[in-house]
């Protein structure tokens, strides 16, 4: 060990066992506000502010294929169910199209597992441009926008392109159909011909009845310092190294898999909530996609997430102070971690500590069933009264058109 790795573990213990200390004195104290207008937009409401009529579409697009594989109501993409389900019964939704603001089409993309429950997102393309047929030759609504007043949720990896692998996503770009869209998808990074201007990024599924069975008492002492679970490499997808997490987890791993302050391993304990709620800092690094449920998870347990994606767009963030809840290391400054999260101050580490206690915080991320007064639901619904009055350039003019029905992949032009 070098001089200096003795002189940071030392700094780090003695910070370690003041921050012990200090987390049972935070949680103690009373919640504090969120500063300025992030605060403000957390509550807002939005019933009254949007009206949102919901296509009745046949059950193959939605009912039949949720009955086939049930998973689809817990896995992290089940967001495009639960959305489905809260409008039916929502004050927002109207049965009168005319006075609509906001068209919305019930299609579960996202729901066709594997064996092993992962979603092939191969027949999406067909499924979603079938919907559409089937919405615009029947309603009058979706040709006076080719879209662009209708709102769809694609909550796969990288949303509307509807691939699994990056380069296969950004080859595909999202489906042509959907460009005048406004698209609810969990997939958030800056610069990337999956994310769309104007898209509302939400926070993948968490099941919230399962994770409120794992809550321990909240003055627990936070006795890690940093925890993560989780794959480093990705041998059976990048064999070679280097390609998945950009080489983020890889670095994460090289460098701190023996450093005692790191609670880092591939195995998934039974206490994996449990572990995250006696935890001060849960790394968050991005996998193949920018986000994954580490970042819902942190929030709900009260361990701050350090955030790990260079470039990444998070949930909600006109809405949740990310900046003031997490911690930002730019992926090529993982060999300097240890470092980085030593070096925060313990009055921050507190204040982050009391800003993720605030029950609105944990709210936002969590899909509630039925679905609740600040909930992520509502914010889906912020998202999209936001944009509201819809500028006169969304409707077209007699003639006018943007789409292309037959542009894309031949095979998407199958008929589903
Ligand atoms: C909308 O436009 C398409 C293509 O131009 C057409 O086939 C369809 O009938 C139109 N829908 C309605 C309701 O008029
Ligand atoms: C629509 O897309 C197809 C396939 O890319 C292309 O062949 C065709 O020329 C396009 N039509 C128009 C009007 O741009």
């Known amino acids: 060990m070098t001089m200096l790795k003795i ?33 403000d ?19 193959r697009y939605n009912k039949r294929v949720l009955e086939k594989d049930q998973r689809c109501l817990t896995h992290m993409f089940a967001t495009e169910i639960f959305v489905h389900q809260f409008l039916l019964k929502s004050p927002v939704r109207t049965l009168n199209p005319d006075e609509a603001d906001w068209f919305y089409t019930p299609v579960y993309t996202t729901c066709d597992l594997t064996p092993n429950g992962l979603p092939l997102p191969f027949k999406s393309p067909r499924m979603m441009r079938s919907a559409i047929q089937y919405i615009s030759t029947r309603w009058p609504y979706w040709n006076m926008t080719e879209g662009a007043n209708h709102f769809f949720v694609v909550p796969h990896d990288f949303g509307a392109c509807f691939h699994y692998q990056e380069e296969n996503a950004i080859a595909r770009g999202i489906l042509p159909l959907l460009r005048r869209t406004t698209l609810v ?75 005692p302050y790191f609670d880092i391993s591939t195995d998934h304990p039974a206490t994996y909530y449990e572990d995250m709620q006696r935890a001060i800092f849960c790394l968050c690094p991005l996998g193949w996609a920018p986000w994954s449920p580490r970042l819902v998870e942190g929030v709900i347990f009260g361990c701050i997430p350090v955030i790990i994606a260079d ?66 639901f509502h914010q889906i619904l912020n998202g999209l009264a936001r944009k509201l009055p819809h500028d006169k350039s969304v409707f077209l003019q007699p003639g006018q058109t943007f789409l292309n029905w037959t542009e894309g992949p031949p095979g998407d032009l199958k008929p589903w």
């Not at 940071?8 to 003041?18: K, P, R």
Request: hydrophobic share 40%; with cysteine; net charge negative.
């Open 185 to 259: 998808q969990t997939f958030g990074q800056r610069y990337h011909v999956c994310l769309k201007e104007g898209s509302i990024i939400v926070p993948p599924y968490a099941p919230p009845q399962k994770m409120e069975t794992h809550l321990i008492p909240p003055d627990t002492p936070r006795s890690i310092f940093v925890y993560f679970r989780g794959l480093f490499y990705d041998k059976g997808n990048d064999p070679e190294g280097g390609y998945y997490a950009r080489g983020a987890r890889a670095a994460v791993w090289e460098n701190f898999k023996d450093n």
């Open 7 to 39: 002189a940071l573990s030392a700094h780090i213990l003695g910070f370690f066992q003041a921050s012990l200390l200090l987390s049972c004195y935070a949680s103690s104290t009373s919640q504090e506000r969120i500063s300025g207008s992030a605060g």
């Open 41 to 59: 937009v957390l509550e807002d409401d939005p019933v009254g502010r949007l009206k949102v009529f919901v296509y009745r579409l046949p059950a």
């Open 311 to 376: 470039d990444i767009v998070l949930p909600f963030a006109d809405a949740i102070p990310w900046e003031e809840i997490g911690v930002f290391v730019e992926e090529k400054d993982v060999p300097n971690l240890d470092a980085i999260l030593a070096s925060i101050p313990p009055e921050t580490i507190l204040r982050k500590q009391r800003l993720l206690a605030n029950p609105a915080m944990k709210q936002a991320m969590l899909f509630p069933q039925p679905a609740q007064s600040g909930d992520a």
